[in-house]
T-cell receptor
Framework: ETGVTQTPRHLVMGMTNKKSLKCEQHLGHNAMYWYKQSAKKPLELMFVYNFKEQTENNSVPSRFSPECPNSSHLFLHLHTLQPEDSALYLC??????????????FGDGTRLSIL | GESVGLHLPTLSVQEGDNSIINCAYSNSASDYFIWYKQESGKGPQFIIDIRSNMDKRQGQRVTVLLNKTVKHLSLQIAATQPGDSAVYFCAENLRPSSGYSTLTFGKGTMLLVSP
């Protein structure tokens, strides 16, 4: 059983739809991350929350809106997306962002397709 | 530009052979490195890590070597099995003056193991 669970696993939506991605971690971590993975590109960091506070917004368009109600849950709210937003969205967690020698643990991602 | 890169995009080996996957990094201030394995349809899975004060670390069938002089990282897989077929990423951790660590990922190397 994975320590980081993402739902849904697959999502197809139109450009005018509003949807949310959910991530839950069962590892007792305090930092959570959203990444975008596109074909033939390295993982792109989008957002970081450390102890529920957002510490990183990597110039992400406002059509992506993160929410972190507690250290175990992370959401990514989507609205008015573009076709180029189609990708695999990965959630990760780590013990705390200020600890540099701790790995991030990933979920299996949500495969998002924008029509 | 990308600070973490891989020499070979695809590596094909026979079952039972030893595999070596290489990674170059450009930031000498990086203090921690991780190897991840990503199978089709899944998120990156932590394999092994190494701190910058070490040259070598061994796990089960895997060894990571760090050469700080030439800023090179490698992953060695002994007795490669078909189940090892996946994309392998290296990641480097940098802790800027803000104190918050960030991981930078390479594009990945596809390892193909033939029976």
């Amino acid at each position: 059983e994975t320590g980081v669970t993402q739902t849904p696993r697959h999502l197809v939506m139109g450009m005018t739809n509003k949807k949310s991605l959910k991530c839950e971690q069962h590892l007792g971590h305090n930092a959570m991350y959203w990444y975008k993975q596109s074909a033939k590109k390295p993982l792109e960091l989008m957002f970081v929350y450390n102890f529920k506070e957002q510490t990183e917004n990597n110039s992400v368009p406002s059509r992506f809106s993160p929410e972190c109600p507690n250290s175990s849950h992370l959401f990514l709210h989507l609205h008015t997306l573009q076709p180029e937003d189609s990708a695999l969205y990965l959630c990760a967690s780590s013990q705390a962002q200020q600890l540099s020698n701790q790995p991030q643990h990933f979920g299996d991602g949500t495969r998002l397709s924008i029509l | 530009g990308e600070s973490v890169g891989l020499h070979l995009p695809t590596l094909s080996v026979q079952e039972g052979d030893n595999s070596i996957i290489n990674c170059a990094y450009s930031n000498s201030a990086s203090d921690y490195f991780i190897w991840y394995k990503q199978e089709s349809g899944k998120g990156p899975q932590f394999i092994i890590d190494i701190r910058s004060n070490m040259d070598k670390r061994q796990g089960q069938r895997v060894t990571v070597l760090l050469n700080k002089t030439v800023k090179h990282l490698s992953l060695q897989i002994a007795a490669t099995q078909p189940g090892d077929s996946a994309v392998y990423f290296c990641a480097e951790n940098l802790r800027p003056s803000s104190g918050y660590s960030t991981l930078t990922f390479g594009k990945g190397t596809m390892l193909l193991v033939s029976p």
